[in-house]
């Protein structure tokens, strides 16, 4: 079946601080790839998506590339702030068009100023 | 535009009780999915029904259940509560064609069986 993998947190970074977080899935196919981001008290909100090999997603500064070859999908951000501060949740769906998604366990960050 | 809505947020139950949550999706949206977190398994899907119509369907016991309305609102159901169905039940919607199944989600209803 289908799963995700995410680096362990949590993680704690300084602000400016360089950003990455570990996903590297199992799927048949071709699935398409995403990054939920929870802030406390809230749903989860899409972060950034991808739904074929070699794309890249990125909103709000934050980036991951579709890597088919390494079955990966790491986060970036150059410069984390604060407010990034939030749990970070890879997750894919098996085909384009399915809702539902596998969620990694989500990874805790915490930024300090 | 209002985002999803689920009703209620929080809730306390006890063994053997059942719960119904709500959900009222994004105007136009026609698709709901159901998911329930919890520390130790983390985001589970539930189910997802579309048109009224029970799409997809996760692995759990049949003491969940759901069903969705013609005005895309659903609701799910527990019956015969456990202490380990204490979650959070997060209800997302979407378009439901075949884009790009981006999830909206609501802020989710906080379940404590006691």
């Known amino acids: 079946g289908n799963s995700v993998t995410q680096m362990e947190g949590p993680v704690t970074l300084s602000e400016e601080a360089f950003l990455t977080i570990n996903c590297t899935y199992t799927?048949?196919?071709?699935?398409?790839l995403f990054w939920y981001v929870q802030y406390p008290g809230e749903g989860l909100q899409l972060l950034l998506k991808?739904?074929?090999?070699?794309d890249k997603g990125s909103n709000k500064g934050f980036e991951a590339t579709y890597r088919k070859e390494t079955t990966s999908f790491h986060l970036e951000k150059g410069s984390v702030q604060v407010s990034d501060s939030a749990v970070y949740f890879c997750?894919?769906?098996?085909?384009?068009?399915?809702?539902?998604?596998?969620f990694g366990t989500g990874t805790r960050l915490t930024i300090i100023p | 535009k209002a985002g999803v809505t689920q009703t209620p947020r929080y809730l306390i139950k006890t063994r053997g009780q059942q719960v119904t949550l709500s959900c009222s999706p994004i105007s136009g949206h026609r698709s709901v999915s159901w998911y329930q977190q919890t520390p130790g398994q983390g985001l589970q899907f539930l189910f997802e029904?579309?048109?009224?119509?029970?799409?997809n369907k996760g692995n759990f016991p049949g003491r969940f259940s759901g069903r969705q309305f013609s005005n895309s609102r659903s609701e799910m159901n527990v019956s015969t509560l456990e202490l380990g169905d204490s979650a959070l039940y997060l209800c997302?919607?979407?378009?439901?064609?075949?884009?790009?199944?981006?999830?909206?989600f609501g802020a989710g209803s906080r379940l404590t069986v006691l």
């Open positions: 997750a894919l769906s098996d085909f384009l068009g399915n809702e539902k998604l596998t």
């Open positions: 029904y579309f048109s009224e119509t029970q799409r």
């Open positions: 991808a739904t074929k090999a070699d």
């Open positions: 997302a919607s979407s378009g439901g064609g075949s884009g790009a199944n981006v999830l909206t």
């Open positions: 799927a048949t196919g071709y699935p398409s």
